[in-house]
């Protein structure tokens, strides 16, 4: 029933980003396409029902049936019962956790032969802490955003940014803070597409794998910052 061909959907999902985490001991991957349900939406937008809920595209050859969008919404539902079992989990253990919820974003909307967007408008890292108590976390944020800004990739330093090409509104992050205000947090991590070509597809290998070390060396990073209890 989708009227998109697979390259469209690609452009708009979040390929390779899983590869960026397998070296983090406790990881989630969803596999199902964010047009089918978009779990870092709210429940009731979670189904793009109308174009201008996705970029301008027209996802669906036919109208959803009421029985397709609770199917799909079931899903939504099923991930964040998962999400939070997982995370009480974790916080019964260890008492405080950090979640690095990843993403990746175009910067070459107009084309492949366009201009991309300027990089005042599009760093690199794009962190997004809309939901988070900053006053609270901001140790732990600052030492990943350093942590970040002490690789470079391709000859040069990492852009890192705070709220500029997103802000963090996601459904995941605002969830996580909802649940667990005094001891989860969880922040937004936008990769530019600069680890492929947004339009074909192909993965820039040398970048992924730089990706893949930044991650995973983050992690004795943010358990130090955890350390320091404020």
């Not at 999400?83 to 990843?102: C, M």
């Not at 350093?146 to 852009?159: T, V, Y």
């Not at 509104?169 to 996580?176: A, H, M, S």
Request: hydrophobic residues 40%; charged residues 30%.
């Amino acid at each position: 029933m989708c009227a998109l061909s697979s390259g469209e959907r690609l452009r708009e999902e979040d390929p390779f980003t899983e590869f960026t985490m397998r070296d983090v001991p406790n990881r989630v991957v969803f596999h199902r396409s964010r047009f089918e349900v978009d779990i870092n939406r709210s429940r009731d937008g979670a189904i793009y029902l109308e174009p201008e809920q996705a970029w301008g595209l027209k996802v669906w050859t036919e109208r959803l049936s009421p029985e397709h969008v609770e199917a799909s919404l079931e899903v939504h539902d099923d991930y964040y019962d998962m999400l939070l079992a997982l995370l009480k989990g974790i916080e019964r253990r260890h008492g405080r956790f950090v979640v690095l919820d990843i993403h990746s974003y175009n910067h070459r909307r107009e084309g492949p032969m366009a201009a991309a967007t300027e990089p005042s408008r599009a760093p690199d890292i794009n962190i997004g802490t809309t939901s988070m108590d900053r006053g609270r976390w901001s140790h732990v944020l600052e030492a990943l955003m350093d942590h970040f800004r002490s690789f470079d990739i391709n000859g040069r330093p990492l852009d890192v940014q705070e709220n500029v090409a997103f802000q963090g509104k996601g459904e995941q992050t605002r969830f996580i803070h909802q649940h667990f205000p005094l001891t989860g947090c969880a922040i937004a991590v936008e990769f530019k597409k600069f680890f492929m070509d947004e339009w074909t597809g192909e993965p820039d290998l040398d970048a992924l794998e730089r990706l893949r070390h930044i991650i995973a060396s983050a992690v004795p990073v943010l358990e130090q910052a955890l350390a320091l209890k404020r």
